[in-house]
């Protein structure tokens, strides 16, 4: 092959990581794609998420037809070699990963592009954090500086309504009675050929003992091409945008989806832009088509959260992944690892992580308010929980979760990403769901046969690190609680006891 040619990720998919403009590949570049069953061996993923992948990749080459030379190969440098040959130009964007950028970096020939398929370049971003003494990076300055740059959600100088913050109108518990919201349908795609011999190869290789995955495979439930993304993205806004907000927050035993966009995975794979997206929503609200709270909400996640976690991962650097300011090094329990919600009575934990075991996915809250705050009560290391939350969602990838996990759930970081831990009681689930009701445990007990692991696991924390707390004006009202628990004894007493296993 003669260069020069253009190496895509398989989370480089839309046709952002192909666009000419802002140093990209020449326009008509022959392109590589190479698929490593290294990348399987080395992780034991999820197996919707391998599945998901993998689909989206050859998906990609069937588009591009015979402008792409794919490869299977064991590992990128074997592949690379054999798809472009000794002395060939090649180029690729900035990969999403620190091990895939030294890897690139480390190649003779290869010219690393900007990045694509996020809104703001990092040295803006850094030029941002070091005019703030690069510490206390708050999420909602940044969000501010985004939508003024941008454009987004505002009127002139101002943010459209006057307020830069809607979240107050998007905390709303779910509604009583019912058991699903009532929302139309999210997108879901069709399977292909493609999916069928990406399915079969999966079963070939755990057969042959050559990868294992965790968790169960198919339907395939999210995009894995730009078309069907496109369809994502135009069915959500036009059917459950407006109802997003109010009940983001909340969680519903026989809805798992509620309003939410099911959009991460295709954003994280490059096939949605976060542009069109943040677009297309607030073109829905001007048109009068859904609310500012739910419309705000949205942007905020996308423009706001996303973008910030993966400034952050970047901007903090490496030694970012070896953070561990509580000094939790509990390790994982075999019925986290192999997503046995059967094991576990709790029902908030066995409902979520069942979740996880069927589809690869639940929404943020259960992520941060029931998964994290598990992990984090129970003291486990942040670097495994951060690997499990990587390999088992098939949003997850290690820039989306490096901070979402050290920073935001675990609070390894000591707080340079968020003011304080994020765990709660059995109250906080009672209040926010319907998970408590048929419970063997009750949220409003500490001690005895129905003590509640949540509510136990949260003084159990708060008292671990009572001094931390007491120090942090965002929870020293929980440090100074535990002087009015007569009941602390017995309740650290049963915490030891159950140790590891499942609650």
Not at 251 to 278: R, Y
Not at 285 to 307: D, H, K, M, T, Y
Not at 357 to 379: C, E, F, K, N, Y
Not at 406 to 419: K, L, P
């Amino acid at each position: 092959m003669t260069g020069p040619v253009h190496w895509l990720f398989g989370d480089q998919l839309g046709p952002a990581f192909l666009a000419p403009g802002d140093g990209g590949p020449h326009r008509d570049a022959p392109v590589v794609m190479i698929e490593s069953r290294a990348v399987f061996r080395r992780r034991r993923f999820h197996r919707a998420k391998a599945h998901l992948v993998l689909s989206a990749m050859r998906h990609r080459a069937a588009e591009l037809g015979e402008r792409v030379t794919y490869v299977r190969a064991d590992t990128y440098r074997e592949g690379l070699a054999k798809a472009a040959g000794e002395g060939t130009e090649v180029t690729v964007r900035h990969p999403t990963s620190r091990a895939a950028l030294g890897l690139v970096r480390s190649l003779a020939g290869v010219t690393v592009r900007p990045p694509a398929g996020f809104l703001v370049p990092t040295t803006d971003f850094a030029a941002w954090a070091d005019g703030r003494g690069g510490e206390k990076l708050r999420q909602e300055a940044f969000y501010r500086w985004v939508r003024r740059t941008h454009d987004l959600l505002m009127d002139g100088d101002e943010p459209a309504g006057g307020r830069w913050n809607l979240d107050r109108d998007n905390r709303e518990p779910p509604p009583r009675g019912g058991a699903r919201l009532g929302e139309p349908a999210p997108y879901r795609p069709r399977e292909s050929a493609i999916d069928e011999e990406v399915r079969r190869d999966l079963d070939r290789w755990e057969r042959d003992g050559d990868v294992s995955f965790v968790g169960r495979d198919g339907p395939r439930l999210f995009p894995a091409t730009r078309r069907e993304a496109l369809s994502a993205l135009r069915r959500f806004v036009a059917h459950r945008l407006a109802d997003f907000g109010p009940y983001e927050d909340a969680m519903l035993h026989d809805d798992p989806v509620m309003s939410h966009s099911l959009l991460s995975s295709s954003l994280n794979l490059g096939l949605l832009d976060p542009a069109e997206c943040v677009a297309a929503a607030e073109s829905a609200w001007r048109a009068g088509a859904a609310p500012l709270n739910s419309v705000e909400g949205f942007v905020r996640q996308i423009a706001g959260w996303r973008e910030y976690v993966w400034q952050l991962y970047w901007y903090f650097g490496e030694e970012y992944r070896h953070a561990n300011h509580l000094r939790h090094t509990g390790e994982l329990p075999g019925w986290w690892n192999e997503l046995d919600a059967d094991a576990v009575t709790a029902r908030c934990l066995s409902t979520v992580l069942a979740q996880v075991r069927d589809t690869g996915w639940t929404h943020h809250i259960p992520r941060l308010m029931v998964l994290g705050s598990h992990a984090l009560q129970r003291g486990w290391d942040p670097a495994a929980v951060t690997d499990w939350f990587h390999r088992c969602f098939v949003d997850g990838y290690d820039w989306v979760m490096l901070p979402n996990v050290v920073g935001m759930s675990q609070y390894a970081d000591g707080g340079r990403m968020t003011t304080k831990p994020y765990t709660s009681g059995g109250a906080y689930i009672h209040r926010m769901s319907d998970l408590c009701g048929p419970c063997a445990y009750r949220p409003d007990r500490r001690t005895g046969e129905e003590a509640c692991p949540v509510t136990a696991g949260y003084w159990s924390f708060v008292h671990r690190h009572r001094g931390l707390l007491a120090r942090n004006p965002r929870t020293s009202q929980a440090a100074r609680g535990l002087e009015r628990l007569g009941d602390l004894d017995e309740l650290l007493r049963a915490e030891r006891a159950r140790g590891t296993a499942a609650p």
